[in-house]
């Protein structure tokens, strides 16, 4: 997903940071309620953050001969929903370009369309849906950690496509070709990070069960009956 300093053409560039642009500018507002409301959050937020970072800062060999990352994205998007994930994904993708070349200033649009706000979006639907339908909570994190990392990749191979349709076959050419190569090598690393992230939320349901009841991703536990208490 950190699509190279200077690969996408100026107008392109400049039409995914449009559409990355009112997606990031809601979930500084979601993010500002939320440290206010509740500055307790603080840490969580940058432990998601932090998730993130290195996840998607790791560089990893594919067959194809391209690299692949984890994206983390899933984890924080379950945790304080896609809004605030938008955010903490596009801070990170900043940070990259600028510390560790990855990525870049001119395609942090696309990259961040892609990572920090279709990525979390998909992940999150997926585990709201399968939350909604009885699943147990880490089967929901898992598949969504997994959507949310598989899909970015999949959004990554459009937006190359649509800038580099092949000539003979036009964009639908270009996306089998780039999907090939990001998008289908991509399914090991999501299961890997579907894994690891229901390994976090483990120790996250044992270290801040509190905080996690409160952000709606445990249940609350159920009031005694009334009558149970006049017994007592």
Known sequence: MHIAEGYLPPAHAAAWGVAAAPFVVHGVRALTREVRSNPESTLLLGASGAFTFVLSALKLPSVTGSCSHPTGTGLGAILFRPPIMAVLGTITLLFQALLLAHGGLTTLGANAFSMAIV??????????????????????????????????????????????????????????????????????????????????????????????????????????????????
Do not use: H, N
Request: charged share 15%; aromatic share 10%.
């Open 119 to 232: 990525g979390p979006w998909a992940g999150y639907g997926t585990y709201r849906l399968l939350r909604r339908f009885g699943a147990p909570l880490m089967v929901a994190v898992f598949f969504g950690a997994f959507v949310a990392d598989l899909s970015t990749y999949c959004v990554t191979s459009v937006q190359l496509a649509l800038a580099f349709p092949d000539p003979g076959s036009g964009v639908p050419g270009a996306l089998a070709k780039f999907g090939g190569i990001f998008a289908v090598t991509q399914i090991p690393l999501a299961v890997s990070e579907g894994l690891l992230t229901v390994l976090v939320m483990r120790l996250l349901t044992q270290s801040s069960k509190g905080e996690l009841t409160r952000l709606g991703v445990l249940d609350r536990p159920r009031a005694e009956r009334p009558e149970e208490v006049a017994a007592r």
